[in-house]
């Protein structure tokens, strides 16, 4: 799992999320970094007896996890630089990266939410809707008739612990912050635009469909008004 810490201290908060959500692990294992070693820490390993153990200095290859790190950060570039994300975007693609990585069979033929829960997984959230895809969502309120019901943003990611298996993470392109909606659709699909949203689109990311006047002509059709 990924979490976000502003400061060092929270990573006591952050330990305590994740054995809610997940359940005790039976061993903390660290690199002997001060936060991951603090008397919080200690004691809440006391509490729950979990064991800890930790790597030698300058010898992180000995920790299994920080392999397993690398492949994650390798997988979000590859992902970032395909989708043309945006740099600030690093952190909502490595949560979504873990995500598909624990929902899918790894190369040990098995599903890690499988192992760790018991229960088969549902991954129809990773079904509909890729990285980084341009989608609409649909409006709480709006003015009828001169506002859209609906606005523009970004799909980063499945909401776990908001509202039910398919509810989403976008990114809002008119603010540039990350909204939980489940009611959302491609905006890529040409036969179901938004031409109020996209009147003419000049959006590199959707192009308007044009189809050739020699493409749409009855080529049966030879008469002097044939195009």
């Known amino acids: 799992d990924i979490e976000g810490m502003k400061t060092e201290k929270q990573f ?3 330990l305590e999320d994740n054995i809610r959500r997940r359940g005790a692990p039976t061993k903390l294992i660290s690199d002997r970094a001060q936060v991951e070693i603090s008397n919080h820490v200690k004691d809440l390993l006391h ?14 290859h000995q920790n299994p996890s920080e392999r397993r790190i690398q492949t994650i950060k390798n997988i979000a570039n590859v992902i970032l630089d395909r989708t043309g994300s945006p740099a600030f975007l690093w952190l909502l693609c490595l949560t979504y990266v873990c995500f598909l990585l624990n929902n899918v069979s790894d190369s040990k033929g098995s599903v890690p939410i499988q192992r760790l829960t018991g229960s088969t997984n549902d991954i129809s959230p990773l079904l509909f809707f890729h990285w980084y895809e341009s989608v609409y969502y649909k409006l709480d309120d709006s003015d009828f008739p001169s506002d859209s019901r609906e606005l523009r943003g970004h799909w980063v990611g499945v909401a776990e612990h908001v509202g ?9 392109n008119n603010t540039q912050k ?15 635009r938004n031409l109020r949203l996209d009147p003419l689109n000049d959006d590199d990311e ?9 493409d749409s002509a009855d080529s049966s059709d030879h008469g002097e008004g044939s195009l």
Not at 164 to 172: A, Q, S, V
Request: zero cysteines; hydrophobic letters at 40%.
């Open 12 to 14: 006591v908060n952050m």
């Open 47 to 60: 509490s729950l007896h979990i064991l800890d153990w930790q790597s030698e200095p300058g010898q992180q």
């Open 164 to 172: 039910h298996t398919m509810t989403f993470k976008i990114l809002t």
């Open 178 to 192: 990350v909204i939980h909606r489940s009611n959302i659709r491609p905006a890529t699909d040409p036969a179901s």
């Open 206 to 214: 959707i192009k308007p469909v044009i189809k050739s006047l020699h």
